[in-house]
């Protein structure tokens, strides 16, 4: 049976606990339920308790934007994945901003993964190449050294029901989004090296998402493309209208497929 389609809102460092309340009921408001599409929420730490109790689970599921590796200790500040593991059922994981602003590795990322997996918590493995990279030609070599590090802890039964996310760096939140067939070109390479690790089958069943520069008026163009189950959207889904269209189009595009 195909999985439905995903569609990830990363609130990231936006949002108290009463604005992502009121967030989340207009999105209740505008948002139907799908049976091809999966909405899922990333809010806060702070906001993921109160929401866990007022989400409408038949619209929504919840992800931690984060977790640390370790389940328990003295590591001031931080949250692991056991402590996650009750309130949601996905997790953001290797986010350029957490690589890029936290000097996350790909170690780290690796150990996150395996971690969110430990803990029963499907992660949400972001990869993606940087400007410099693009224009280094780096991008192929990039996605491999991300994907195969993420991944080399895990079963092909683990990796099947994960889901990655390709954001290119490069394109996000400026006014030239990446094309179609950039995206395409990307996405058939990690999968290519999905299938390489574990096979036809898992790859198959691996949904693959594409984040960066998500509006409405994208989302037909990027739903086109071959091998892409979904988007995780940034800045726009912070905006109601702006996320129901966004999940509305994706709806629409699933069926266009059947």
């Not at 997790?91 to 790909?106: C, D, K, P």
């Amino acid at each position: 049976m195909k999985k439905p389609r995903i569609v990830v809102a990363n609130w990231k460092m936006n949002l108290d606990v009463h604005q992502a309340s009121l967030l989340t009921h207009k999105l209740a408001d505008r948002i139907h339920v799908y049976r091809d599409v999966e909405v899922v929420l990333a809010p806060n730490y702070l906001c993921l308790q109160p929401l866990s109790m007022e989400i409408d689970r038949r619209k929504f599921r919840l992800a931690a934007q984060d977790g640390y590796f370790i389940d328990e200790g003295s590591y001031t500040g931080a949250v692991s994945f056991s402590q996650l593991r009750n309130l949601v059922h996905y997790a953001i994981v290797g986010h350029s901003e957490r690589r890029r602003y936290f000097s996350e590795s790909l170690e780290i990322v690796r150990d996150k993964v395996t971690a969110a997996v430990r803990n029963g918590i499907v992660p949400i493995l972001c990869v993606g190449e940087t400007r410099e990279e693009r224009n280094l030609k780096e991008t192929r070599q990039v996605l491999h050294d991300q994907i195969v590090s993420a991944l080399s802890d895990l079963t092909g039964e683990d990796v099947e029901q994960m889901v990655i996310a390709y954001e290119p760096v490069w394109a996000i939140g400026g006014h030239a989004p990446a094309t179609p067939e950039d995206i395409e070109q990307a996405v058939n390479w990690l999968r290519y090296q999905v299938s390489e690790l574990y096979g036809e089958k898992v790859e198959n069943r691996l949904r693959v998402l594409y984040g960066g520069s998500d509006e409405p008026e994208f989302v037909s163009g990027i739903m086109g493309v071959e091998g892409v189950d979904g988007l995780l959207v940034g800045h726009a889904s912070l905006n109601a209208e702006q996320f129901a269209d966004i999940v509305e189009g994706v709806h629409i595009a699933s069926l266009s497929e059947d």
